[in-house]
């Protein structure tokens, strides 16, 4: 009961990331007629989807979690703390419809693109990242100093890590329904 916002937090963190990351983000396609006509640009037909999902993730997942290191959740009582992640990480749904307006599998798609620039595909990418980095390291930092006794808090912390595998388990399954959407 004492971490049910932490647990809520990672859950909603790894859930909404995985809604999207990677199912639709590598769907995407760069929006350039070049590649489409000559195909002779290799940033685009060879490194686009691998730079801006993959490595744009991965450095921005780490760079997230060094962030929870440094700036520390504001607030001194507890509860802020789990209310200000809380409320980040449901804020994090925004990010299914804002990737589902991308150019996401532009031949086979009924939504309108919306954002048709690469640079804010790359945007929402960092973003989604560093919040994922930051909010799930901010959760396993602050969630089990809840309680002072150790063996409260190792169970904390492996109650935590089993919200963040099943947020990731529903969100894998999730995403099938979602690139339905498009």
Not at 7 to 33: D, G, H
Not at 56 to 69: C, K, P, Q
């Amino acid at each position: 009961k004492m971490s049910k916002r932490y647990c809520i937090a990672i859950f909603l963190t790894s859930f909404f990331t995985l809604c999207v990351f990677p199912s639709i983000t590598v769907l995407v396609e760069p929006n350039t007629q070049q590649t489409k006509v000559s195909g002779s640009n290799k940033w685009e037909s060879e490194y686009f989807t691998p730079v801006t999902s993959f490595i744009i993730s991965s450095v921005g997942d780490s760079f997230g979690r060094i962030l929870a290191n440094i700036f520390k959740v504001p607030g001194k009582s507890n509860l802020r703390k789990q209310l200000f992640l809380l409320i980040l990480a449901i804020s994090r749904a925004q990010f299914i419809p804002l990737f589902l307006f991308c150019n996401a599998a532009p031949t086979k798609r009924s939504l309108p693109v919306v954002f048709d620039n690469d640079g804010l595909f790359m945007l929402f990418m960092a973003l989604l990242s560093i919040g994922n980095g930051y909010l799930g390291n901010a959760c396993m930092l602050y969630g089990p100093k809840i309680e002072n006794k150790s063996a409260v808090q190792e169970k904390i912390a492996m109650l935590l890590i089993a919200f963040l595998v099943l947020g990731q388990a529903l969100g894998s399954f999730t995403s099938y329904y979602i690139i339905q959407l498009l």
